[in-house]
Nanobody, 127 residues
Framework: QVQLVESGGGLVQAGDSLQLSCAAS????????IGWFRQRTGKEREFVAA????????TYIDSVKGRFTISRDNFKETATLQMNSLNPEDTAVYYC????????????????????WGQGTQVTVSS
């Protein structure tokens, strides 16, 4: 069973950058598709970005395209979400998620397909 721990959240000003990290343990990380999700206050959790097992495929929600970059290091068993040009609408708790996936190229945006979740890390962007 994969265990995920996020880190890197914090309080920043609009226009700043943050890098979130997701450390995995107790599982075959390279066999899992990875996704980042976020939940803003009073709203449902939403998809942000996803990456395939082989790192060759990525996808993003429209509002973060060109600003956020998802990556993973299967050797180090970590995933990263680089967030640039942050704005107050990015304020949320960010979650890393993983799920076993047979296809190396598959990216998964549906949160119901993710089996393992981290505890979340708070990102707050002030204006």
């Amino acid at each position: 069973q994969v265990q995920l721990v996020e880190s890197g959240g914090g309080l920043v000003q609009a226009g700043d950058s943050l890098q979130l990290s997701c450390a995995a343990s107790k599982g075959a990380f390279s066999h899992h598709a990875i996704g980042w999700f976020r939940q803003r206050t009073g709203k449902e959790r939403e998809f942000v970005a996803a990456i395939s097992r082989n790192t060759e495929s990525t996808t993003y929600i429209d509002s973060v395209k060109g600003r956020f970059t998802i990556s993973r290091d299967n050797f180090k068993e970590t995933a990263t979400l680089q967030m640039n040009s942050l704005n107050p609408e990015d304020t949320a708790v960010y979650y890393c998620a993983a799920t076993w996936e047979a296809s190396p190229e598959m990216v998964i945006t549906d949160q119901t397909r993710y089996r393992y979740w981290g505890q979340g890390t708070q990102v707050t962007v002030s204006s």
